[in-house]
Each structure stands twice: as structure tokens, then as C-alpha cells.
């Protein structure tokens, strides 16, 4: 099961984004759950010989198998199957800040605490001005 983002599947992590936020249909029962994930993440390698500082390589993450991060979600798809769930991007973000904004800003939107179709338990952000991108 691929992410669909605009109609079309995605298969590659654009370079330009650092990660996206997600819904996750289970289309038996209409449950939903809204979260994110990074496309990348920093991977400290040992300094060079001679050298005392580390190196910092940005390597993918596993986003392209990710399933969420909801216990009840999980269990659901353990029992169900993947082929009973789909996976929709609603917005890719240039920064982890924008990231953390848009998933809070469309879980508070959709009201995922109060609605009992939503497998999400918690909405948990705080986020500085200094960290979203300027562009929007």
C-alpha cells in the first residue's frame, strides 16, 4: 500500500520537504487518524581520523511502510489488514515546524478528541514561531 498525495501515489521523498501529514481510513468502519511523519531524518557517523567533531549524514526514514503511531489504529490493522485501510498525504511541509503546525491545526479542525471515529487519544505540539517556513 503506497501514500496516495493529490490523487496519485508517492513513491519517492521529495528533497525539498521534510516530512507530511497523513490521515489513515480504515474503510470498514470510517475510523480515522490524523498524524505525521518525516521523510528524513540526521544519522551521526564518528568524526574522521584525527578530527574531534561528528559527521552528520540526512538519510530516509521509513515512512514509506509507516502505519501510524495509535495503539487502537494498529491493533485494527493487525486484525483487519492493510488492504482494508488507505493512507492519503493531505499536505507535504518544508519544516518540522510546519509539520507540527499543520498536524495540530487539522486536528483540532476535524475535532479528533471528541470524535469517537477518530482513533486519535491525544494532540500534543508546541510550536515557536521561529520554527515555521516563511512561505504561505
Known amino acids: 500500500m503506497s501514500w496516495i498525495y493529490q490523487g496519485t501515489f508517492l513513491n519517492e521523498a521529495p528533497e525539498e520537504y521534510e516530512g507530511f501529514v497523513y490521515v489513515i481510513h480504515n474503510i470498514q468502519?470510517?475510523?480515522?487518524?490524523?498524524g505525521q511523519k518525516r521523510f528524513w531524518t540526521v544519522k551521526k557517523l564518528p568524526p574522521l581520523k584525527g578530527r574531534k567533531n561528528r559527521r552528520h549524514k540526512r538519510v530516509e526514514t521509513d515512512w514509506r511502510d509507516y502505519w501510524g503511531s495509535s495503539e487502537a489504529l494498529q491493533a485494527d490493522i493487525d486484525a483487519l489488514g492493510q488492504s482494508n485501510f488507505s493512507r492519503t498525504i493531505l499536505t507535504l511541509?518544508?519544516?518540522?515546524?510546519d509539520i507540527n503546525y499543520e498536524e495540530a491545526r487539522l486536528q483540532f479542525q476535524y475535532g479528533v478528541l471528541k470524535d469517537p471515529l477518530a482513533y486519535n487519544g491525544i494532540i500534543n505540539c508546541k510550536i515557536h514561531r521561529s520554527h515555521l517556513s516563511k512561505s504561505d
Open 29 to 34: 468502519t470510517r475510523r480515522y487518524y490524523i
Open 93 to 97: 511541509c518544508k519544516t518540522k515546524g
